[in-house]
């Protein structure tokens, strides 16, 4: 799922060093090279509406940062930390989501692409999947996605996250648990064992 | 999502990893002029930022230079 950042992280770094020395040329080669994995991150966090004005916040605010950004360490990491931080500024300005009205079905309008009766389903059960992700408190939906979605390891996570190792690992234990009990009490049908 | 769990997973946690994984394959698109709009708005926030901090630097070394020299008059009397 997550692409290990060792191979890039010399060119990364060249990338930085370019930009700071005004390239902006290099600062769209970074911007390339991660905005997959910080749309993602950011619609996971913060939703999908919001994801594109997460992720421009967070490579804009990396752009004023770089200076600060050591060559040493993992540009993905540090990226991540930010949108991170970013994503969860935005949901703190937000006014709190309703837990239960999102169940209602999706926009007949938006979902008028004729697919497949079975891809259709897929589609409004991962949506729905995303939005259970977002009755999470943003700290276990941040680990969750991390960890689960994205599968970045427990130290990268605790790294962007800023908390301890252990934190991480309580948080993603409860993360799991919660999920699996709002999925439960869930009406549609998320075929869960007992 | 391999995970060093010592203990075994749950039925439900099975479910919930296989649920998670389909959302994992699906990613969310951005706008294909992403990069090239965020690269905008950053050239745009440099253009304003870099003379304001000129601005503010100038305006800091005036004022402790003016501080410096009242400070010291009145140290004189």
Redesign the interface.
């Known amino acids: 799922?997550s692409g290990d950042t060792a191979s890039t992280a010399p060119a990364d770094a060249a990338y930085v060093q370019a930009t700071l020395r005004g390239d902006?040329r290099a600062?769209?080669a970074l911007?390339?090279r991660h905005?997959?994995v910080v749309?993602?991150v950011a619609?996971?966090i913060a939703g999908?509406d919001e994801?594109?004005d997460v992720?421009?916040d967070a490579?804009?605010r990396a752009?004023?940062r770089l200076g600060r950004y050591r060559a040493d360490a993992s540009f993905r990491a540090w990226l991540l930390q930010i949108t991170h931080n970013a994503a969860v500024d935005h949901i703190s300005r937000r006014r709190p989501e309703p837990v239960e009205t999102p169940e209602a079905p999706e926009d007949p309008e938006r979902t008028v692409a004729r697919l497949p009766a079975e891809r259709l389903e897929?589609?409004e059960?991962?949506a729905r999947?995303?939005r259970k992700?977002r009755g999470l408190s943003p700290d276990a939906r941040v680990v969750?996605v991390l960890?689960?979605?994205?599968?970045l390891s427990?130290e990268e996570i605790a790294d962007i996250t800023q908390a301890p190792l252990g934190t991480v690992k309580v948080r993603l234990f409860r993360a799991?648990r919660d999920?699996?009990e709002m999925?439960?009490r869930n009406t549609y049908d998320?075929?869960?064992?007992? | 999502?391999s995970d060093?769990r010592s203990e075994p997973i749950t039925?439900?946690?099975q479910?919930?990893?296989e649920?998670?994984a389909?959302?994992?394959a699906?990613?969310?698109?951005?706008?294909p002029a992403?990069?090239?709009?965020?690269?905008q708005?950053?050239?745009f926030?440099?253009a304003i930022?870099t003379p304001l901090r000129t601005v503010g630097t100038l305006v800091l070394s005036v004022g402790e230079s003016v501080w410096l020299i009242f400070g010291l008059r009145r140290g004189d009397r």
Do not use: C, K, N
């Open positions: 799922m902006l600062f769209e911007v390339e905005r997959d749309v993602r619609a996971r999908r994801a594109e992720s421009q490579f804009l752009f004023h897929s589609r059960r991962l999947l995303e992700l969750l960890r689960d979605i994205e599968g427990y799991r999920l699996i999925l439960r998320w075929e869960l064992p007992e | 999502m060093d039925p439900a946690e479910r919930l990893e649920l998670l389909q959302l994992a699906e990613h969310p698109t951005s706008d992403f990069a090239a709009t965020v690269v708005r950053a050239r926030q440099r930022v």
